[in-house]
């Protein structure tokens, strides 16, 4: 069955919630506040400079998201488009939907003249960086560090 990508709007807002709440939980065994991340999903509704959200339908139903997020390089004169709260739903998975929703952000980024696409993985998810580097992702050689501000799960 055809994928079919589209932004997201504020009505999808629950299943965008829904699907990162899922995503923390697999991927990092965290279970987020969901007034926090639906106050936080709205956000990017609220400013499009924080980002967008595409959606992925497949035979009429929702199928898998991502938010896109912007990093300004003063290197490269231009933005890193940013791949965030990637999730595809459980029986959606293994049937291209993210590879759907990574064209249509390399067609955008490209088309917005973004200067290239990045993301970040857990290091230990071995079939999701599979999927990257099939993409044409590669490794970057830095180590990412944190100081985080508010209490997180």
């Given at each position: 069955?055809?994928?079919?990508?589209?932004?997201?709007?504020p009505d999808?807002?629950?299943?965008l919630?829904?699907c990162?709440?899922?995503?923390?939980?697999?991927?990092?065994y965290?279970?987020?506040d969901?007034?926090?991340?639906t106050r936080?999903?709205?956000?990017?509704?609220?400013d499009p400079?924080?980002?967008?959200?595409?959606?992925a339908?497949r035979?009429?139903?929702?199928?898998?998201?991502?938010l896109?997020?912007y990093?300004?390089?003063?290197?490269?004169c231009g933005?890193?488009?940013?791949?965030?709260?990637?999730?595809?739903?459980?029986e959606?998975?293994?049937g291209?939907?993210?590879?759907?929703?990574?064209a249509?952000?390399?067609?955008r980024?490209?088309?917005?003249?973004a200067v290239?696409?990045?993301?970040?993985?857990?290091?230990?998810?071995?079939?999701?960086?599979?999927?990257?580097?099939?993409?044409?992702?590669?490794?970057?050689p830095?180590?990412?560090?944190?100081?985080?501000?508010i209490?997180?799960?």
């Amino acid at each position: 069955m055809p994928i079919s990508i589209r932004t997201a709007t504020p009505d999808d807002i629950p299943f965008l919630v829904d699907c990162n709440a899922a995503m923390a939980l697999e991927t990092e065994y965290k279970t987020l506040d969901r007034e926090v991340l639906t106050r936080g999903t709205h956000a990017v509704f609220d400013d499009p400079r924080r980002g967008f959200y595409l959606v992925a339908e497949r035979d009429g139903k929702l199928a898998g998201c991502l938010l896109i997020t912007y990093e300004w390089s003063d290197w490269r004169c231009g933005d890193w488009w940013w791949f965030q709260s990637v999730y595809v739903t459980l029986e959606s998975r293994r049937g291209g939907v993210f590879r759907a929703l990574y064209a249509e952000v390399e067609r955008r980024a490209r088309a917005a003249g973004a200067v290239g696409l990045r993301l970040y993985v857990e290091r230990d998810n071995a079939r999701a960086q599979q999927t990257y580097v099939s993409l044409g992702m590669e490794e970057e050689p830095y180590k990412m560090l944190r100081r985080g501000f508010i209490d997180f799960v």
